[in-house]
Every structure is written in C-alpha cells, then in structure tokens.
C-alpha cells in the first residue's frame, strides 16, 4: 500500500468516526492530543474508555467509578467509589483536569449529588485546571443539565479545540468545558 493509500483510508476513518459519533471524536481526536504531562482524572468507566489509559499515556492518570465490575476498563491508579466523594480520596488542588464523559445522567442521576460532585471537584482541582464534561441532552433521562447547577459558576466556561463550551452534537452530546 503506497502514501496515497494510506492517507485516503486514514482520511475515510477519521470521517467516519466524525460522522458516526462525533462525541467520541471530540474526546478522542481533539481533547486528548491537548492533554500532556498531567495529572488526570478519568470518571466513569465501560468497554468504550477502555483504550483511554492508553491514549493518555504521557499523563498521570487516575479513575474512578462506583461500579467493581468496570475496573479493567480504567486506569491503574483506579477507585472504586463515588466522585462525589473525590475529596476523600484526594488532597485539595491535586488534578489538573478532570474528565466526565456520560457520567451526568448515568450515574450522577440527582442535582444534590451532582452539585456536590462539582464542588469537591472544585476543591481537588489545581487553579488554572480543567473540568471537561459530556453529557446527554436527552429529555426524559437526564434530569440534570451542569449548566443549572449553582457549582457550574465556580468555574470560568472557555473553548478546547475550536469548540466552544455547550457545543451539542447531531447525538445531543453537550461539551462543557471548565477552567478553575
């Protein structure tokens, strides 16, 4: 197979992957390449992050999820327990970014949970850090919108990779993007 070949199949893949989940495509072609030399917290894991450790393997990563049976699909440094509870496991200013992917809505499920999620959060972040969230605007599941939580004002919104934070997918995958 010659240059050409290559590059026009590497091309198809990438739309591809564009087109059919341009929520992972956010996460895995435009978020994580920016992430480098950091300490990381991954929350939430499935069979879908399960390359994750890999793809963000120049930082120190860490996860977290309430659920044993997911621990192979985290990082080695893995918790098993509720990141509403992040600042019993962590000192104060320890991350410089967390990542919620799905979490809001499929396990972060009630706004008290969630504000104190964003507030210990907050706390274990390192000023100037990032908060990178994805969740589904899917009316009728997710009764939580980040947005309408009092803790979202802690943080500053700003833009990652030419997107903007409440960027929304054709999916309604919403992205926001935090910086304490």
Request: aromatic letters at 12%; glycine letters at 6%; a positive charge.
């Amino acid at each position: 197979m010659n240059i050409i070949e290559r590059s026009l199949r590497r091309a198809a893949r990438e739309l591809s992957l564009k087109w059919r989940n341009e929520g992972r495509y956010i996460i895995e072609r435009k978020i994580f390449p920016k992430i480098k030399n950091k300490k990381v917290l991954l929350v939430g894991c499935a069979s879908y992050t399960s390359d994750y450790p890999k793809r963000l393997q120049e930082n120190e990563l860490y996860s977290i999820d309430v659920n044993k049976e997911v621990v192979m699909y985290g990082a080695k440094n893995h918790i098993i327990g509720s990141v509403v509870d992040i600042d019993k496991y962590f000192e104060k200013e320890f991350f410089d970014a967390i990542l919620f992917f799905g979490v809001f809505g499929f396990g972060l499920n009630n706004k008290k949970e969630a504000e104190k999620a964003l507030k210990n959060c907050y706390n274990v972040l390192k000023t100037g850090g990032v908060i990178m969230i994805m969740w589904q605007n899917i009316p009728g599941h997710n009764q939580i919108s980040p947005r309408e939580l009092e803790n979202f004002k802690l943080f500053k919104t700003i833009n990652v990779s030419n997107y903007i934070s409440g960027y929304e997918t054709r999916k309604k995958q919403i992205f926001e993007f935090l910086k304490k």
